[in-house]
């Protein structure tokens, strides 16, 4: 019978079911009991967004800062799926938003990988360590550049993420944001004091990335910027090197006239 009631808290919580779970907590089930894989009812309400079954497992003692197996919190659940209204419940409640998952992602990290600048804003208020790095060496700025949130990216370096950060590979936010061609984000970092003259483990530069891929207009950026245009890598290839193999005329253009 009390298996019954646990495995009924957790599928109301998920379901978003208030009523139900408030009949449940009444009649004494634990709102800390977890499934076979540590899942807590507080950890399936937010991924919906229920906020009312929240508040409910919260003021009957949930606990906020419990995590399954893998590590993840009801926090991180919120915030990846961009519950601005759950996460501030939570983050009210005295959850941990630096709290890490098995592979040291945070919440701030899942929220830059899908680019909820809301939740964002929340958690960098709450004290969010916006230069914590995960176990692939990325910040959530690296990860929001890479995926082109512009809106989280000027946040992240208005609360003072390190531009020249290098993940495992010695690769930076300006390399992965050049690599994609995303102009608008290069022109973010550069302003904030990125290096355009680092190297990753290859002695790749950001300019050699853009120029592999044809990014004309990030070329040109990273060679205002003031790029050294003839560095090579490891290999001895340099970025006119790599536009000329991949046919990029323009590039090519470019890096002539800057030489």
């Known amino acids: ?67 399954n197996k893998y590590g993840w919190t009801a926090l991180m659940f919120a915030s990846e799926q961009g519950h601005a209204n759950v996460a501030k419940l939570l983050i009210d409640a005295d959850a941990n938003v630096n709290a890490v998952n098995e592979d040291d992602d945070t919440a701030l ?3 830059s990988f899908y680019g909820h600048a809301d939740v964002a804003q929340l958690l960098i208020d709450a004290g969010a360590n916006v230069n914590a790095a995960n176990k692939n060496g990325w910040t959530a700025l690296m990860l ?3 995926y082109r949130h512009e809106n989280v990216v000027k946040m992240l370096l208005a609360a003072g993420a390190d531009v020249n950060t290098a993940d495992n590979y010695g690769k930076t936010a300006l390399m992965l ?12 970092i550069i302003d904030a004091g990125a290096d355009v003259n680092a190297v990753d483990e290859d002695d790749d530069t950001a300019l050699m990335r853009a120029s592999f891929y044809g990014h004309t207009d990030v070329v040109q950026l990273i060679i205002d910027a003031g790029a050294d245009v003839n560095a090579a890598n490891k290999y001895g290839t340099t970025a006119l090197m790599r536009a000329s193999d991949k046919g990029h005329t323009d590039v090519v253009q470019l890096l002539k006239e800057s030489k």
Not at 32 to 61: F, I, Q, R, S, W
Not at 177 to 188: N, P, R
């Open 1 to 67: 019978m009390q298996k019954e009631q646990n495995e009924n808290l957790m599928d109301a919580s998920e379901r978003g079911h208030a009523d139900s779970v408030k009949m449940l907590i009444d009649a004494g089930v634990d709102v800390n009991v977890a499934d076979e894989y540590g899942n807590t009812a507080l950890m399936l309400a937010p991924v919906e967004g229920h906020v009312n079954v929240v508040k409910l497992l919260l003021a009957a003692g949930a606990d906020v800062n419990a995590a």
């Open 109 to 111: 990290m899942r929220i």
């Open 144 to 146: 929001a550049s890479f």
């Open 177 to 188: 944001a050049s690599f994609k061609g995303y102009s608008d984000v290069v022109q973010l």
